[in-house]
C-alpha cells in the first residue's frame, strides 16, 4: 500500500485511519492467500472487478459493498458484524472490570 501522506502513527503507537487501512488491506491480502486465490480469481467469486481488488490492495480504496462482496467470497462475511460492536467509553464509569 502507498503511503502518500504524514502518518503520525510513524512516531506514537496510536490508531490512525492510515494504520487502520494499512491493517484491513494486510489481513485482506493473508486471507486471499490462504484461500489460494489470485487477485483475478478473488475477482471472479466475489463479482469485484479485478482493477478494484488491485486498487484495494494497493491503496487501501474500496466501496463498502465491494468490501461485503469480497468478505463473502472469502467466507469472512460473519466479521463485518463485529464491526462498532464496543461500547464508546466516555467516563471511567463505563468501564466494567
Request: with cysteine.
Amino acid at each position: 500500500m502507498k503511503k502518500n501522506k504524514f502518518d503520525i502513527s510513524e512516531f506514537v503507537n496510536v490508531e490512525t485511519e492510515q494504520t487502520v487501512v494499512f491493517e484491513l488491506v494486510k489481513r485482506v491480502k493473508l486471507r486471499r492467500k490462504e484461500s489460494r486465490f489470485s487477485q483475478k480469481k478473488l475477482a471472479d467469486r466475489s463479482g469485484v472487478s479485478y482493477a478494484s481488488i488491485r486498487r484495494f490492495e494497493n491503496t487501501g480504496d474500496i466501496s463498502l459493498a465491494s468490501l461485503i462482496k469480497i468478505g463473502e467470497a472469502l467466507d469472512c462475511l460473519s466479521d463485518f458484524h463485529e464491526l462498532f460492536k464496543n461500547r464508546k467509553i466516555t467516563s471511567l464509569k463505563d468501564i466494567k472490570l
